[in-house]
């Protein structure tokens, strides 16, 4: 890790405790010693719990450099246990399956959230920050195979490949990691989990800072799922207007509505869950933002401290990647079951949501399960990160200033914005019906044509060089959706 040779340690107490976590808060088993050797560190949770913890160590230290008043104080931080007498901030990696249970779903959809803590006498530990073990590493494999570009290439060629290499990471890290052989070290995948943790835990000291609570999720739906199906739509509703409120919408898109200002139902309870998550929505846009700034300070930072070009633009290819990974592995994990369901005849194929949603309206309906309720739609909260930190660093102004001399890694870092541009139209599109109050034509099967985005625009070769994402022969997309639906409306009228 190159940072840490420029900079000086501030008084945290780091302690690589490991003991069982009480009171259901998680549980950790106890470890033994690690042999020295990372390389197969991603084999099993306890050797991967025991690879994180330097790159947490860095991600705590920069911090603190960086002024994050969190993470600044003077009692320092204690990674993995409970029951630190200095410390008063706690950071803990957790299985999904040891979390608490009513807890569980919204964390199988996290990277880090705070925890509430009960009060004990013997314990200074104010805080405490949890973060999904699971999807960290999984995290950790995909930026791995970032480095193997044939097989990158080969398994991100379009939607439905990349949906299945996430499944394969799940199922079977260490064969997929043995198939693609990536070339790069240990320490450079910790220099990308340092940068990874500032922005989860940064994200996180913002909640510490106003005293808030919500996690850094995706949130499930699950808990709507007896809802009325009015309820469902307006929440989709509302993820459709925060598209246009971060800048991204069509021209067709209805006026602007402040999420202030929203005022969706007259009935009560519905009334009540819409005021209550307006908070969390609001929290979840600060606390990113905040999160994006203090990766654009660590970025200027680098250069100040005399590192050379080369790493400083690094950095910033790699907390673009960062963001990119985030919001791809997240919304296409939750596409995942909706695309294996209804659009399986199309299973492999370059944009096969656009094929699959144009000959079937009807699956449009089914669409409101893929959008959390409780919190912003995390493409669309990477898209605004993205925007933040390029803003924050002044590249909107002027490339040529921030970056004189440009590296390869600001191509990768163009790439990977093109990515995250391209798929955030897609929950957008996917949301528009319902939201522009289209059932009756989603029902009859009419004329709503969308072409949806796809990774096989960006990372093959049937991409338009003028909309990376979008097909190349866009018209005859739209022509053979246009055929198609006038005869099925032809056939209903005989
Ligand atoms: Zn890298
Ligand atoms: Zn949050």
Redesign the pocket.
């Known amino acids: 890790m190159i940072y840490l040779a420029h900079m000086a340690c501030l008084g945290i107490i780091v302690m690589w405790t490991c003991l069982n976590v009480s009171e259901g808060q998680g549980r950790v088993n106890k470890q033994t010693k690690t042999r020295g050797n990372n390389a197969s560190a991603w084999k099993n949770k306890e050797s991967y719990l025991k690879f994180i913890v330097p790159s947490t160590i860095d991600a705590v230290h920069i911090l603190s450099e960086l002024g994050d008043p969190i993470f600044s104080s003077k009692e320092g931080v204690s990674i993995q246990s409970l029951q630190d007498n200095t410390a008063t901030l706690s950071i803990l990696f957790t299985s999904v399956d040891s979390y608490p249970e009513n807890m569980r779903q919204m964390f199988r959809y996290s990277y880090c959230q705070i925890i509430p803590l009960a009060k004990k006498p013997e314990s200074k530990i104010k805080h405490a920050i949890s973060c999904n073990l699971e999807n960290l590493r999984n995290f950790d494999t995909l930026?791995r195979l970032?480095?193997a570009v044939e097989f990158i290439n080969k398994n991100m060629r379009n939607d439905w490949a990349f949906m299945k290499l996430l499944s394969r990471i799940e199922r079977e890290p260490a064969k997929v990691l043995a198939e693609a052989k990536p070339n790069?070290e240990d320490d450079?995948?910790s220099?990308?989990l340092s940068y990874l943790l500032v922005f989860l835990l940064a994200h996180e000291s913002w909640h510490l800072q106003h005293t808030t609570t919500s996690s850094f999720a995706d949130s499930a739906n699950s808990e709507f799922e007896n809802s009325s199906s009015d309820l469902l739509s307006k929440i989709t509703c509302r993820n459709y207007d925060e598209f246009a409120r971060r800048g991204k919408k069509f021209e067709m898109a209805l006026d602007l509505i402040p999420l202030s200002e929203e005022g969706v139902t007259n009935d009560p309870t519905e009334l009540k869950y819409f005021v209550t998550t307006r908070a969390i929505w609001q929290q979840e846009i600060e606390a990113d933002k905040y999160a994006a700034s203090v990766m654009a300070r660590l970025i200027l930072t680098l250069r100040e401290r005399g590192l050379a070009e080369q790493y400083v633009q690094?950095a910033f290819s790699?907390t673009l990647?960062h963001f990119g990974i985030l919001a791809l592995s997240l919304w296409h994990s939750r596409l995942r079951p909706f695309a294996e369901r209804y659009c399986s005849k199309y299973a492999g194929e370059d944009f096969y949501l656009t094929r699959c949603m144009c000959k079937e309206k009807k699956k449009y309906s089914e669409v409101l399960s893929l959008f959390g309720a409780t919190h912003p739609p995390i493409v669309l909260r990477m898209y605004s990160a993205a925007n933040e930190l390029i803003h924050k660093l002044g590249i909107d102004k002027d490339v040529n200033k921030v970056f004189p001399g440009r590296s390869p890694d600001l191509v990768t870092a163009v790439n990977w914005f093109k990515i995250i541009d391209a798929i955030t139209d897609v929950p957008l599109k996917l949301s528009m019906p319902e939201c522009l109050r289209m059932p009756d034509v989603v029902a009859s099967g009419g004329n709503i044509v969308q072409i949806f985005p796809d990774l096989a625009g960006i990372v093959g070769d049937k991409g338009s060089a003028n909309y990376p994402g979008y097909p190349a022969d866009e018209g005859s997309f739209m022509s053979n959706c246009l055929s198609r639906s006038l005869t099925t409306k032809k056939a209903k009228q005989k």
């Open positions: 930026i970032t480095h790069v450079h995948i220099e990308h690094r790699e990647q």
